[in-house]
C-alpha cells in the first residue's frame, strides 16, 4: 500500500520527502550523539581527581639569624665615639660607642665611688675606735671586781678573826668574873679582861663597818663601769649610724647606672651590618645608631599567600634562587617557622600586572649555604616550597 503511494507520487513531492526523512534521520544522529558526548564529559569528570599541589611559590626577602637588630642609645645626646666599623663581627655585651658625656658621668662615677671609699674607712675607725674604748671600760670593770672582791673577803677574813678572838676574850671574861668574885684574882686582872673584850667588840663592829664600805664601793664602781661600757656602746653605733655608708653605696650605684647609659653595647653576638651614624652627630632612644645581625647564620623570609600556607609545613625543603643575578647557585633550605599573623606583602614583584596588595604569611626558611648570602641582607629572592617532601 506504502509502495503504491509513494508511486502515486510526482518526482518532485518524492524528492521532498526523501530529503525530510533525511533530515530527521540526521537530527535524530546528532542528538542522540550529544547525548552521549555530555554523558561520558561528566563520568570522566567524576572519575578523574583533581590535580594536586606540589610546590609553593613565593617572593622572600633574606635576613639573618634573629632578625636585623637596630642599637639605640641609652639617652640622647651626641655620639662621642665609634668603636666598630662596618662588618665588624662583634660579641654579646661589647662596647660599640660612647656617647659624648662618657667622660663626664665617669667623673661622677669615680667621685661616687671614692665618697664611698671615704666613709667605709671612716666607719672603719670609728668603729675601731669605739671598740677599744668598749674594751677598755670592760677592763675597767675587771679591774675594779677582782681587787674590790679580794680585798672585801680579806676583811671578811679579818672580821672573822676577830670575833674568834672576841669569844675567846669573853669566855676569859666570864672566868674572870667567877674568880674575881671568889676573891681569887685582884679586881684590876678583872677590869683589864673587861678592856679586852671591849677593845674587840670595837674592832669587830670597825671591821664590818669597812666590809660594808668596801661592798658599797665595789657595787658602785661596777655600776658606774657598766654605765660606761653601755655608753661608749651607743657612742659607737650612734657614730656608726652617722656615717652615709649606705647613701654613698646608693650614690655609686645611680653613677654607674648613669655610666652604662652613655654606652652602647652588642645586646648580642653578630656582625655590624649598617652604620647610621657619625662621631659628633646628635642620637636618640628612637633613632638607631647601627644595624647588627647574626650573619652566620641566614634565613629567608617568604611571604606565603593566604590561600597557599595551609599546604606549608616546618621541615618541608626549598630552593632559592636570585632573579637579578646577586648569586648563581640554586640555594637550598628547610622551613622552620610558619607565622601566625597575616600581613600586607613588603617584597614587591617587578610584574606591573602582580598583586601589590596580597595578604601573606613570613614563613622562615632555614638557608643551608648562608656563607653565599652573608653579605646580601634584604635582598629580594624567589623561593619555592616542595610541599610533598
Known amino acids: 500500500m506504502a509502495i503504491k503511494q509513494l508511486r502515486s507520487l510526482s518526482g518532485t513531492q518524492f524528492w521532498l520527502l526523501l530529503v525530510g526523512l533525511l533530515v530527521l534521520a540526521g537530527g535524530s544522529f546528532w542528538l542522540v550523539r550529544s547525548r552521549l558526548q555530555a554523558q561520558q564529559a561528566e563520568v570522566a569528570e567524576t572519575a578523574a581527581p583533581a590535580p594536586q599541589r606540589v610546590q609553593v611559590a613565593a617572593l622572600g626577602r633574606v635576613e639573618p639569624a634573629g632578625r636585623v637588630v637596630d642599637v639605640v642609645a641609652g639617652e640622647s645626646g651626641r655620639l662621642g665615639q ?32 671614692s665618697q664611698l671609699a671615704e666613709a667605709e674607712a671612716l666607719l672603719v675607725a670609728q668603729t675601731e675606735a669605739g671598740q677599744a674604748t668598749i674594751q677598755e671600760a670592760e677592763t675597767r670593770i675587771s679591774q675594779i671586781d677582782q681587787p674590790q672582791l679580794a680585798a672585801i673577803e680579806a676583811q671578811q677574813r679579818t672580821i672573822e678573826s676577830l670575833q674568834a678572838d672576841l669569844q675567846i676574850a669573853e669566855a676569859d671574861l666570864a672566868r674572870f668574873e667567877a674568880l674575881y668574885a671568889d676573891g681569887a684574882i685582884a679586881q684590876q686582872e678583872r677590869d683589864r679582861q673587861r678592856a679586852t673584850v671591849q677593845r674587840l667588840r670595837e674592832e669587830v663592829l670597825s671591821a664590818q663597818a669597812r666590809k660594808q664600805e668596801l661592798t658599797v664601793a665595789r657595787t658602785t664602781s661596777l655600776a658606774n663601769a657598766d654605765a660606761q661600757v653601755n ?3 651607743a657612742n659607737l653605733q650612734l657614730a656608726q649610724a652617722q656615717v652615709n655608708v649606705e647613701s654613698a653605696t646608693q650614690n655609686l650605684a645611680l653613677a654607674e647606672a648613669r655610666l652604662e647609659q652613655t654606652i652602647v653595647r652588642a645586646p648580642r653576638a653578630g656582625q655590624i651590618l649598617q652604620l647610621y651614624a657619625e662621631p659628633g652627630e646628635a642620637v636618640t632612644t628612637n633613632a638607631p645608631i647601627l644595624a647588627l645581625g647574626d650573619t652566620q647564620q641566614m634565613y629567608v623570609v617568604a611571604e606565603v599567600y593566604e590561600t597557599d600556607v595551609s599546604l606549608v609545613e616546618p621541615g618541608q625543603r626549598a630552593t632559592i634562587t636570585s632573579r637579578n643575578g646577586a648569586f648563581a647557585d640554586v640555594l637550598t633550605g628547610t622551613v622552620e617557622q610558619v607565622g601566625l599573623q597575616i600581613f600586607k606583602n613588603d617584597v614587591l614583584d617587578d610584574d606591573p600586572a602582580a598583586n601589590a596588595d596580597a595578604r601573606v604569611v613570613e614563613v622562615r626558611v632555614r638557608v643551608d649555604q648562608s656563607e653565599v648570602i652573608d653579605g646580601l641582607t634584604n635582598l629580594q629572592v624567589d623561593v619555592v616550597i616542595d610541599v610533598e617532601s
Not at 98 to 108: F, G, K, M, P, T
Open 82 to 113: 665609634l668603636e666598630v666599623a662596618e662588618g665588624e663581627v662583634v660579641q654579646a655585651e661589647q662596647i660599640l660607642a660612647y656617647l659624648d658625656i662618657y667622660a663626664v658621668r665617669r667623673a661622677e662615677r669615680d667621685f661616687a665611688a
Open 231 to 233: 655608753s661608749q656602746t
